[in-house]
């Protein structure tokens, strides 16, 4: 059964949302009309996440949050996420957790699958998805084996001619586009 919607808009707005809370590893589950996200916040100096934090554990007893995103809430996140974007000539921080669960719906909608979960890890990912028969499969990824379908992506946005890039592990290079 594959998916009827493409997952990179709504993975990328989830994302937005995520980092807007500081999460960057997490578990997320797509139920039939929602995302459900389990995470913990990425500890910082901010007062502002250590008062979210003290205040996750003084009511549960865990800093870990819960979201649930229904489809509608989800379209909302991408609209507002547009309307924020206006960075042109300036390729995307691959890292950033919007931009790497793009990539990852990107990947999903090329291949054609029904995602069920994804596990986001500080440096790796664990997919588990359903093919077109119905049967479930699982990947476990690194977070930078997404990286050249994410400069593929990009550059068919044909957002500019060339691009300074620099991957984290190497030195910057030229990318036409």
Avoid: C
């Avoid at 919607?5 to 039939?32: C, H, M, S």
């Avoid at 919007?98 to 090329?110: E, F, H, I, K, P």
């Avoid at 998805?129 to 050249?148: A, I, K, L, M, P």
């Amino acid at each position: 059964m594959a998916a009827t919607k493409p997952y990179d808009e709504d993975l990328r707005a989830i994302g937005q949302a995520l980092e807007a809370r500081n999460i960057t590893v997490f578990e997320l589950k797509r139920l039939a009309d929602r995302y459900v996200i389990e995470g913990t916040p990425h500890e910082t100096n901010s007062l502002r996440t250590k008062v979210r934090q003290w205040y996750l554990q003084l009511r549960s007893g865990s800093i870990a949050e819960s979201l649930t995103f229904r489809l509608a809430d989800v379209e909302k996140l991408s609209q507002a996420g547009r309307a924020k974007r206006s960075r042109p000539r300036r390729l995307p921080d691959f890292y950033s957790v919007s931009n790497t669960l793009r990539t990852v719906g990107a990947y999903l909608d090329a291949k054609g699958v029904e995602l069920v979960e994804l596990h986001k890890w500080p440096i790796s990912i664990t997919l588990s998805y359903r093919d077109r028969e119905g049967h479930q499969q699982g990947e476990d990824r690194t977070v930078s084996s997404f990286y050249n379908l994410f400069l593929e992506l990009y550059g068919k946005r044909g957002q500019q001619k060339t691009l300074t890039v620099k991957h984290p592990n190497s030195q910057p290079s030229a990318l036409t586009t």
